[in-house]
């Protein structure tokens, strides 16, 4: 990894929130939303409305990040 976390604002819904987020995170998150064809907002919202009460948004995205890399690759180690 490149350096510290970086903050960004996002809006969630009509609420503004400000997530911190390694460089590497961004740019991947960024990249799944384009694969996608989301705005960053809404792929933010969904994941946001899908974790739980006792994950933080930014873990969420990080989690999120990881789980889809890992599914598209078939899983491997």
């Given at each position: ?12 819904r ?64």
């Amino acid at each position: 990894m490149t350096g510290r976390p970086a903050k960004h604002s996002l809006t969630l819904r009509g609420h503004r929130t400000s997530v911190s987020l390694e460089p590497e995170f961004w740019v991947a998150f960024r990249e799944i939303a384009a694969e996608r064809g989301q705005p960053l907002n809404a792929l933010a919202a969904e994941i946001d409305e899908g974790r739980g009460v006792e994950t933080g948004l930014a873990s969420a995205i990080r989690l999120f990040v990881l789980r889809h890399y890992r599914d598209r690759d078939g899983g491997a180690d």
